[in-house]
């Protein structure tokens, strides 16, 4: 592995992100990542986290167009709500912030008692949680479905409600429909590795796959023998759409784990809009690459999205960020 000592990770990684990002302000004592132009006047702030090990999942999101805050936590491990108050604090423009949260009950339970103690400062707070896992409910993890790829329709399109001065209600309301509106599934074909463990997190012999797979490794629906990049894709996408129905077009995330190149995300991208295609739906966005990874994880998600023209267009919106930019 690529580092000095487990116990440092996420401090050099915060380190190298200030030298690199200079638009950013990193604070990597107290683990927060803001928009170096924050608080932005009459913007509602967006303020996401999660634990490290998923990036460029939050902190690669944070800029113009979508988060204006994010918090890192350990290694899989959330955050804590002094993290959360600090970056809601730093980033309120007084438009009120929003609290972008992927259900998994260490992040719930912590970004829940933020929100309580940045309204006892006056800073005013609302919730959104990002549930869009169909492969399992009620995991040893979660109460309810997994937050996975969905988190970055979210941040990216209410992010970019609020950077058109929206008020919190609304960037509120877009960001649920979102989620509401978006459902996703994994393949893991070989395990991550953690740095404190410095080895796989999970027992997946050569020749086989997880379908269902979480972001942390979490088992998913079933393992089967080694299949080929179209019947993962249809399995994949057999998932989402029977989970969603889709009536209208969707924007389409295939993500990468960590580990598997752009080379194999493009051609399973190939067969994911094949099968969408022979499934009847209409695809308006597709969005390839590694965006919410599972530290070396080899693997691919899909996620789908049904939008209408007013998210199409906050899709579109120029964004700039360390992970997502375009338009600006």
């Not at 803001?34 to 939050?58: F, K, M, N, T, W």
């Not at 994010?70 to 959360?84: I, K, L, R, W």
């Not at 080895?199 to 088992?219: K, N, V």
Request: with cysteine.
């Amino acid at each position: 592995m690529l580092i000095n000592v487990p116990e440092t990770v996420v401090a050099d990684a915060l380190r190298g992100m200030a030298a690199a990002h200079p638009e950013l302000t990193v604070d990597v004592e107290n683990r927060v990542i803001v928009r170096r132009d924050a608080p932005v006047g009459g913007q509602v702030a967006l303020v996401s986290g999660g634990g490290s090990g998923h990036e460029p999942l939050h902190g690669g999101f944070v800029g113009p167009g979508m988060l204006t805050a994010a918090c890192p936590g350990e290694v899989f491990t959330s955050p804590v709500p002094d993290q959360m108050v600090r970056a809601a604090a730093a980033v309120d423009s007084g438009a009120g912030v929003l609290f972008v949260v992927k259900n998994y009950t260490g992040d719930v339970l912590n970004f829940d008692m933020a929100a309580e103690l940045a309204e006892d400062e006056g800073i005013r707070v609302a919730k959104v949680l990002v549930d869009d896992d169909v492969a399992v409910t009620d995991s040893l993890y979660t109460a309810g479905r997994r937050g996975t790829g969905a988190t970055l329709f979210v941040e990216k399109i209410a992010g970019a409600a609020a950077e058109e001065g929206r008020p919190l209600e609304q960037v509120e309301a877009i960001a649920r429909r979102v989620g509401d509106s978006s459902r996703s599934f994994g393949v893991a074909l070989s395990a991550c590795t953690t740095p404190a463990k410095g080895s796989p997190t999970f027992d997946l012999p050569a020749g086989e796959l997880e379908l269902g797979i979480g972001i942390h490794g979490e088992p998913g629906r079933e393992r089967r023998p080694m299949m080929t990049s179209g019947e993962i894709a249809e399995a994949a996408v057999d998932a989402v759409v029977t989970d969603l129905a889709p009536r209208n077009p969707v924007l389409v995330l295939v993500n990468g784990m960590g580990a598997t190149p752009l080379l194999e995300l493009y051609g399973f991208n190939a067969e994911v809009q094949r099968v969408l295609g022979e499934r009847g739906v209409a695809v308006a966005r597709t969005l390839v690459g590694n965006y919410v990874t599972s530290l070396d994880m080899a693997g691919a998600s899909v996620t789908l999205c049904e939008i209408d023209e007013e998210l199409l267009g906050l899709w579109d919106a120029p964004v700039r960020t360390p992970g997502l930019r375009w338009g600006m």
